[in-house]
């Protein structure tokens, strides 16, 4: 497993703690089998993205798909594998 930590998200802030799961959803769909832990760092709550590909084609593969999503203009996944 590849692990991503996302020291830019604080995991006490709402926002971010949804960035975090978005994050995961994306990650989940491009690789089945991700999962996400949660590290302290000086007292901030960090999530550590785990994938079983690496960040390179994770990254590459996210930009087609929120490419796709734009053409498409639906945030549906089913109705882009068509």
Same mark, same amino acid.
């Given at each position: ?7 830019? &998200? ?7 703690? @949804? ?6 959803? *994306? ?21 550590? &993205? ?7 084609? @994770? ?6 798909? *929120? ?16």
């Amino acid at each position: 497993m590849n692990t991503i930590a996302c020291k830019g &998200l604080d995991g006490s802030n709402p926002l971010h703690f @949804l960035a975090a799961l978005g994050l995961l959803r *994306l990650a989940d769909r491009i690789t089945s089998g991700a999962s996400m832990a949660w590290t302290q760092d000086s007292g901030v709550w960090h999530p550590v &993205l785990e994938t079983p590909t690496s960040r390179e084609i @994770l990254f590459c593969a996210a930009a087609e798909l *929120l490419r796709t999503l734009g053409k498409t203009q639906s945030a549906d996944f089913q109705k882009n594998r068509r």
